[in-house]
């Protein structure tokens, strides 16, 4: 038992390495074969996954579009992690793991969603905000909400994936139809109510606002605070779906091991605001925003009967969440040598044999 | 590994010989072979039905990157100001 697990961690971390180094999960592989014990073959293979995903995060650091994905991966396999243990029906698994595969399909055809952003202007965006307020006015309702789809007899939550690609949009323009955007996307949230997406548009319209304050992100940032205000109004009385809302308190019960894996891909979103936020200062606003946007959404799931991000009924959220990293910059701005010490080491400075330089980085 | 000179080691050997984890050996082994200090094979397995398994030596830039960084000694550490751990 343990040799297989051991085997299945190996594989997953030949998976998680970058391309170029992918012959070393091979390395590892084939290194552990050759490890008698169980016991010492599941610690090697425990390492070989921890240096393997600091070298994936490494890598991808530098195209934070491909970080966020990377997070978003290890973010539904925990909550898919928790699901298993915690007993959810096989189709919750289905559905969440089938949203992370159509949102990975979604972000691979749309890599270029930031120039059909310049282009279309925020015509994109009212478009967007739009597809938002019909599902508030002809929606499906439950307990006094309406803020769901049918698709295929899948009740999809559009708000989920729509309002952080309108906040990041106008992040992106700040011109005044994207300003448009988020009034009627401001409007809809109201009217359907859903505090929790209120409050992640408030919370990215105040990012925003900290970050490039302005008339229309002043303006923005009101109409977010006044959508917010209005759903804090009127009663919201969904219920707690089983195995979707409030699992950050109900997965300790099920295992300490599930709790910790539902913090931690919680915390795994995170990740790409604050990698790109301090290492892209020319792209703060949107990283900003995202981290804001998403951070609400995680808050909003902890204090009420909202989806968590990394698991969900019909995978909005992840969906969602996969759509959004679109409103991140494609890579950091060029910045002369960059910030790696290597990167920057003059060349006769290269020529010395220096250890420490050499193996900077390497974990 | 700068003991072995020019002979190959694998990569479970330079964990239990250096008393370090794989997580943390091999992206060692990686940034050396990217920068031109560590060579890496894959040689033919000493059993039949085994895998083939992936070997790795010190190139000569990478024996001289040795030679030049020896192992701190605490004693050094202790009486140099640039050997202490920042």
Known sequence: MRRALAGAIVRLAAVILPAPLRDWGRAMAAELGTIERPGAALAFAFGCLAGAFRQAMSSHLHRPRRLAALCAIGATGLGLAYMIAAGAPLSYLATNAAALAIGLLAVGVLTDAGRLWRIGGGAVGIGIACLILLTSLFGVSADGATRWISAGGILLQPDLFLVPVVALGFARTRDSASLLAVLIAALALALQPDRAMAGALAAGMAALALALPGRKVLVALGAALAAFAATLARADASPAMPFVDQIFYSSFGVHPLAGLAVLAGAALMLVPAIAGYVRDPDHRPAYAVFGAVWLAVILAAALGNYPTPLVGYSGSAILGYLISLLGLPPRPAARGAGRDGAAMQSEPEAQQPDLRASLAGAG | ?86
């Open chain 2, 1 to 86: 590994m700068a003991d072995t000179g020019t002979g190959w080691l694998h990569g479970y050997d330079l964990c239990r010989q250096g008393r370090v984890k794989s997580g943390t050996l091999y992206p060692l082994l990686m940034r050396l072979e990217e920068q031109g200090f560590l060579e890496a094979e894959w040689q033919a397995p000493a059993e039949p039905g085994r895998p083939a398994r992936h070997a790795y030596r010190l190139t000569a830039t990478g024996r001289a990157l040795a030679r030049a960084n020896p192992p701190l000694r605490l004693g050094a550490a202790v009486n140099d100001p640039r050997g202490k751990p920042a």
